[in-house]
């Protein structure tokens, strides 16, 4: 089959690989019909190589047909319609059954001290085989797959994989008062959505913020005021507080996270990482601070007192530091973590069944054969050509 695999920073081919096939009881075949990039695959695009082996399959964000089940799995046939979570998760454990399926107890990568096991994200999380290819064997297939509706395109239910549960959770860890305000940071895919997950589930106002004049502009489309980090971030957090009151938000949640470009000193760490041995670059990256934490911190500065900061970017060093001092005195609250997909899944699927409120149909902007992946991947990081979210229809 085809498959999208990783050979080194910044460099990622279309090749043909062996096709997976069932190896236990509880795995499904799929066939994958589309596949998302994401954000999160430009960090291991750029910033965490030290992680991956060459030749590793990328992508987190499918949804196919299944082709053939295991032995142990009842609840899935041949021609079933699926979305497939970026986690694996056993659905039974303590975190399953408490609504954190990414800290799964039965598929967390326990000699990487790492929550569950994903789909196409490095050794840190298992080093499965990801979804950017024509095929996927889906382990704990029962728990892990999702059935959805035949009828209607890849779209309306593709981003159940990993965009509208990553935003979900972000803005209900957020806890945005009815009528109240939040400011996103970062508009993205993730950050988009989280707007419109803002705007849906009762927020007053909703702030955005973001350097790429396009992502402003869709933003602003559907009701969000909207802010140019690249101005100065002093400004806008004083733009933003001028607009509530003096307070600042309610409520911000970082949709950026470490950056995949890096920046300042924390690319210079990245860069210096990438070109030493892996497996001491994997150490230096688990124990020095590699992260730019511009936009925690603004959020941080930002958020009214007594406010939440939700965290959904992905962070990955382990000594970057934290302004303890403001966030005691401020009283803040602070959530963050892989989303944990299955939890939402109840809430959002309603929504994909009638008149789209979260315009997941026209969400992606371009859609390309597995064959454009190399040059698909340079321009999402890039921000060229207006390239915001790319599809892969194998």
């Known amino acids: 089959m085809k498959a999208v695999v990783w ?3 910044r460099n990622v081919d279309t090749v043909t ?10 795995d499904a075949l799929v066939r994958i019909t589309s596949s998302g990039l994401c954000g999160s695959d430009l960090h291991l695009y750029e910033v965490l190589g030290p992680f991956m082996t060459p030749g590793d399959i990328l992508g987190h964000e499918p949804m196919g047909v299944v082709e053939e089940v295991g032995s142990g799995v009842t609840s899935l046939t041949p021609g079933q319609r699926v979305v497939i979570p970026f986690q694996i998760s056993c659905g039974h454990c303590l975190m399953c059954d408490t609504g954190l399926q990414s800290q799964c107890e ?13 789909f196409g994200y490095s050794k840190l999380y298992g080093s499965v085989p990801g979804a950017q290819a024509e095929y996927l064997r889906v382990p704990r297939a029962e728990t892990t797959a999702v059935p959805v509706p035949d009828q209607g395109p890849d779209d309306r239910y593709l981003f159940l994989s990993d965009v509208l549960p990553t935003a979900w959770q972000a803005v209900r860890y957020a806890d945005v008062p009815e009528g109240g305000s939040v400011a996103v940071l970062g508009l993205g895919p993730i950050g988009d959505m989280c707007c419109r997950v803002a705007r849906h589930l009762g927020a007053g106002r909703v702030f955005g913020v973001d350097p790429v004049p396009e992502r402003r502009a869709r933003a602003a489309a559907r009701d969000v005021e909207v802010f140019d980090s690249s101005k100065g971030t002093d400004d806008v957090v004083q733009e933003i507080r001028d607009r509530t009151d003096g307070r600042g938000p309610d409520a911000v949640i970082d949709a950026v996270g470490m950056e995949a470009a890096g920046h300042g000193s924390a690319k210079f760490a990245q860069r210096v990482a990438n070109l030493m041995p892996r497996g001491v670059a994997a150490k230096m990256m688990e124990t020095a601070g590699v992260d730019r934490l511009t936009a925690l911190h603004t959020a941080i500065d930002l958020v009214r007192r007594g406010g939440t900061v939700s965290l959904i970017g992905v962070y990955g060093g382990m000594a970057d530091p934290m302004p303890m001092l403001t966030l005691f005195d401020k009283q803040i609250q602070l959530r963050m973590g892989q989303a944990n997909v299955r939890r939402w899944v109840p809430e959002i699927l309603p929504l994909l069944e009638g008149s789209d409120p979260l315009g997941v149909d026209d969400f992606a902007t371009h859609h390309v054969g597995l064959d454009a992946a190399s040059l698909a991947y340079e321009k999402f990081q890039k921000k060229q050509d207006g390239v915001f979210k790319v599809v892969f229809r194998p």
């Open 106 to 118: 039965n598929t967390q990568v326990e000699e990487q001290g790492m929550g569950a096991a994903l």
């Open 7 to 9: 050979n080194g920073t």
């Open 17 to 26: 690989v062996p096709d997976p096939r069932i190896e236990e009881p509880g």
